[in-house]
């Protein structure tokens, strides 16, 4: 089972851009699915993107056209590119492996992402 860790978050203002990475402890060639997830406070834990091994990808309806998944097997790292960011983009992002309703990996501690101006 690969250990995953989230980095990239920080303060930028509305319309700012940020780039997450999740870097994996061994290889995710093999991996089928891998997502990013948020939770903001006091809200639920929410998919925002995935991605199949075989490059194809899914965002949730409020990040559609702004934020854009990808993986880059060879460094075994998935990124998430983050634009025209929002204020209630304000999360912790987190990445995890989508499995059956569930995830595969206890959560991280996440990179906090604080959209403001």
């Known amino acids: 089972q690969v250990q ?3 980095s990239g978050g920080g303060l930028v203002q ?3 851009s ?4 999740c870097a994996a402890s061994g290889s995710i060639a093999s991996i ?3 997502g990013w997830y948020r939770q903001a406070p006091g809200n639920q834990r929410e998919l925002v993107a995935s991605i199949t091994s075989g490059g194809q990808t899914a965002y ?3 990040v559609k056209g702004r934020f854009t998944i990808s993986r880059d097997n060879a460094k075994n790292t998935m990124y998430l590119q983050m ?3 929002r204020t209630e983009d304000t999360s912790v992002y987190y990445c995890n492996i989508p499995l059956r309703g569930g995830v595969v990996n206890s959560w991280g501690q996440g ?6 101006s």
Do not use: I
Not at 18 to 21: C, V
Not at 111 to 116: A, D, E, H, W, Y
């Open 4 to 6: 995953l860790v989230e």
């Open 14 to 16: 509305p319309g700012g």
């Open 18 to 21: 940020l780039r997450l990475s």
């Open 32 to 34: 089928n699915v891998m």
């Open 60 to 62: 949730f309806h409020s």
């Open 83 to 85: 634009n025209s960011l």
């Open 111 to 116: 990179t906090q992402v604080t959209v403001s």
